[in-house]
């Protein structure tokens, strides 16, 4: 079973759109991500990085892991 999937970002305003990132992401950074985007306060607790670095720079170091579970843990 796979977990990766496509991930396409179109952000006004960040110089590196159309391009690829080879960085895995987790689908957690989503809402972090559009909060940074839009300029609202990040609210504690929140899970999840922004990947607005990415954005700009889709090669720039990235050292965060991204965990999928892939299955049932109730079989």
Do not use: H, K, Q, W
């Not at 809402?31 to 720079?57: A, K, M």
């Amino acid at each position: 079973t796979g977990t990766r999937v496509p991930l396409m970002i179109f952000a006004p305003g960040v110089s590196a759109n159309g391009r690829t990132s080879p960085r895995v992401v987790e689908a957690l950074s989503i809402y972090p991500t559009l909060v940074e985007l839009c300029g609202l306060t990040r609210v504690d607790g929140l899970e999840g990085d922004s990947i607005v670095p990415l954005l700009r720079n889709p090669t720039a170091p990235y050292d965060r892991p991204a965990l999928s579970v892939a299955g049932s843990f109730f079989t």
